[in-house]
T-cell receptor, first 121, second 120 residues
Framework: GAVVSQHPSWVICKSGTSVKIECRSL??????MFWYRQFPKQSLMLMAT?????????EQGVEKDKFLINHASLTLSTLTVTSAHPEDSSFYIC?????????????????FGPGTRLLVL | AQKITQTQPGMFVQEKEAVTLDCTYD???????LFWYKQPSSGEMIFLIY??????QNATEGRYSLNFQKARKSANLVISASQLGDSAMYFC?????????????????FGQGTILTVHP
């Protein structure tokens, strides 16, 4: 099946630093990737839709200058948390849509990465 | 209004018994998809089952079945013969095919989740 990877799997950083999280589709091309954030015991909240070759679409209430998204290739999207603060500590999960013919075996489901746990001290 | 509602914060079931996890949704889009995901403590999202709004039959995948009642806008997950390894958080999610708009097509809206605990 399709695989999506994320790197790093966890990161601890000091307040004020920037953190970059990578999301890769390993065996398919993804023109669209999604970034979600999940606080403990809560649901996944969509932060933004990452579009290859164009600007990301952010959900209401998500600061685009704080959460920079770059989708430079068909297999890689990055999320950079700029000037991270303790309240940004969360679990960040990406997902990717496999839009190539015949690969979306469950009718356009999404493939999720394993997530990145961010702790800002 | 909540688009996806899971009213059971936690559920308990005895091993080998069946359990139903509730999910109701709200949309005016005639075309949509409903998903169930399992999230163990490791955090990974494991796809379980999918139901399309135009599907005539209820979806089934092994021990998982989806009780789709379109008029009531409910999509409950039934897990038969529960196993200890089924203990996890379960999320219901919806994809709206026309209301998403432009480049956000395919985005999922998740319910609050239900923590399932399977007792031996």
């Amino acid at each position: 099946g399709a695989v999506v990877s994320q790197h790093p799997s966890w990161v601890i950083c000091k307040s004020g630093t920037s953190v970059k999280i990578e999301c890769r589709s390993l065996d398919f091309q993804a023109t669209t990737m999604f970034w979600y954030r999940q606080f403990p015991k809560q649901s996944l909240m969509l932060m933004a839709t990452s579009n290859e070759g164009s600007k990301a679409t952010y959900e209401q209430g998500v600061e685009k200058d704080k959460f920079l998204i770059n989708h430079a290739s068909l297999t890689l999207s990055t999320l950079t948390v700029t000037s991270a603060h303790p309240e940004d500590s969360s679990f960040y999960i990406c997902s990717a849509r496999d839009e190539s013919s015949g690969r979306d075996f469950i009718r356009e489901t999404q493939y999720f990465g394993p997530g990145t746990r961010l702790l800002v001290l | 209004a909540q688009k996806i509602t899971q009213t059971q914060p936690g559920m308990f079931v005895q091993e080998k018994e069946a359990v139903t996890l509730d999910c109701t949704y709200d949309t005016s889009d005639p075309s949509y998809g409903l998903f169930w995901y399992k999230q163990p403590s490791s955090g990974e999202m494991i796809f379980l089952i999918y139901q399309g709004s135009y599907d005539q039959q209820n979806a089934t995948e092994g021990r998982y079945s989806l009780n789709f009642q379109k008029a009531r806008k409910s999509a409950n997950l039934v897990i038969s013969a529960s196993q200890l390894g089924d203990s996890a958080m379960y999320f219901c999610a919806m994809r709206e095919d026309h209301n998403a708009g432009g480049t956000s097509y395919g985005k999922l809206t998740f319910g609050q989740g239900t923590i399932l605990t399977v007792h031996p």
